[in-house]
């Protein structure tokens, strides 16, 4: 570890920052009690990953040398552990709040909540605590890129969980929420492992046509239910 990658674990906290200034000023929100709540819960869903992550360590001890094993450890162990961690509060705690309407207020929550869990989970990556970093390639540049990248796994699943509150269909639409963002999540993760420039590149132009997609989407939604 050196200093840059030090400097990294704070990415997540001005995020944080930066995003509730722009809610307070451009919103005027003054009660960010459950905002503070999603935060907190972020932290806290880091559990399952640290969990999955001891289990599977316990059983291959870091052997990951077959790419079938390395699939199954990086779309399921970090991928699914992690976004089905955030996913929980996200239906539990937020999906039932009366201000909780629609795609927007998905995404807001889940946002807060994919910043809690990066905050604590970039420590824990760049420590070697959790994931295997060992094998990674471009160590300091996913400590930097992945708390962004995290909001948008967050948007992608808070967009899908927002509409499964529209809609009769709710366990299809959620469901589809966790999956796109595990997908994503397992993309972005095997980019790093595999140190491949291109399906990098391919992540990060699509992460971000997908993120301004279902962000714009959510917003005018949100406009329609107004008017």
Do not use: C, Q
Not at 153 to 166: C, Q
């Amino acid at each position: 570890m050196n200093l840059i990658n030090y400097l990294s674990f704070l990415v997540s906290p001005i995020l944080i920052v930066i995003t509730i200034l722009y809610l307070k000023f451009k919103f005027s929100i003054k009660n960010f009690t459950n905002i503070r709540n999603a935060i907190l819960l972020g932290m806290f869903s880091i559990v399952l990953l640290l969990i999955a992550n001891y289990l599977i360590e316990l059983k291959w001890d870091g052997n990951y040398k077959n790419m079938r094993r390395m699939a199954f450890f990086v779309f399921v162990v970090i991928a699914f552990s992690s976004e089905l961690g955030k996913f929980i509060p996200l239906k539990l705690s937020f999906f039932k709040l009366k201000n909780f309407s629609g795609p927007l207020e998905g995404v807001i929550y889940s946002i807060f909540i994919g910043l809690g869990f990066s905050t604590i989970a970039a420590v824990l990556y760049g420590f070697g605590i959790i994931g295997s970093t060992d094998k990674f390639h471009n160590f300091t540049l996913f400590l930097y890129t992945f708390p962004i990248a995290n909001i948008i796994f967050a948007i992608s699943m808070g967009f899908f969980v927002g509409m499964a509150k529209m809609r009769r269909n709710a366990f299809i639409d959620a469901s589809t929420g966790l999956f796109v963002a595990t997908f994503f999540h397992g993309l972005f993760y095997f980019g790093f492992i595999t140190s491949d420039i291109r399906l990098l590149i391919f992540d990060a132009v699509g992460f971000t046509i997908i993120g301004i997609t279902f962000l714009v989407k959510s917003v005018s939604i949100k406009l329609d239910d107004r008017s």
